[in-house]
């Protein structure tokens, strides 16, 4: 038996906001719109949300202050902010910080949660939640997981439940032509390493294969060239290929690459994407013992000829190399083992296996 499940209703394409914008009074009366600081003003996708509310009678309030990979206070601020307001829906307008905090923002406006509480539930049914991405690599608009920073705990974290799919998705290309080269190579990577993890999880479905292997296809033929110009076109493959990953991720959840990445996003402050992509060599040769039938066929969907041409290409992309401390190591090796990701992870993961492949890094 396998189970599906994409409630997040999705507009995809160039100016799809503006043709699709009735939707916005059936979702409600008031938004608390919810961005960054500086990257949806720049990007026009803040003027196009706003104008395209009040075209439709539809008040808002806005609160713009997300940080890269959000805290628990950020979140809790704004949604102190909707609640006085008594908004209708939240509009997260980004990346992944916004879109993800906007999730864990509507979930707020309804319930009662502390610090503990707001990762495990039980959870009312939150407001309405909008996204609009702006990035392509994140797959946040069409999942139901939000990954917070818990300084408790010491890493990210997420809240995942079904009930904050996005209700409305816009995916706009448009908004993401003036992103910048390092942020384009990482999420790419990071959309990347959501098929590619789907794909090879536990949990993956014959439905998410299905957008996975799409998935690759279309962020795979970039892979070489994201640094570089990249057309209109280029950026619509790319938005288009990392939803398909977050369809996927959906489904299946990521695993060990992002288990993993995510304390060196904590503690040496690379970016998302940039951990995963360090990771992903030593990740694929685990699996290719496990699940050999599976990784050849992602070579042959990237057009490549096996590990090395994959290990190679990662390591022109993100040439950087991270040597960790052993006391560094055992510390996030005991944050990773009870993660659900690596349970997920079709290897059987030991302390051991985790911490060679956090060595490997500075290799
Ligand atoms: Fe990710």
Redesign the pocket.
Known sequence: MFMYEMPTRLYFGKKCMEEAKDVWSQIGKKALIVTGRHSAKVNGSQEAVTSSLEQCGVSWILFDEVENNPSIDTVRRAAALGKTEQVDFVVGIGG?SPMDAAKVIALLCTNELDDRTLFTGPYEKPLPIVTVATTA???SEVTKVA?LTNPHVGTKQSVNTPLIFPTVSFCDPSFTYSVNPTVTVDTAV?AL??AIEGYLSKKSTPISDVWAEEAMRFVGIHLENLDGHLSKEAREDLMYGSTLAGMT?AQTG?TLV?SM?YELTYYKGYS??RA?GMLLPGYMKLISETMPDKVEKIWDILNLSGLDDFSALLRYTMPDRIVLSEEEIQHYVSIVMPTGGKASTSYEVTEDVVARLYRKLAE
């Open positions: 992944g690599g994140t797959g990954v990071d390493s959501h991720i990521t992002h990445g998302h994407g995963n």
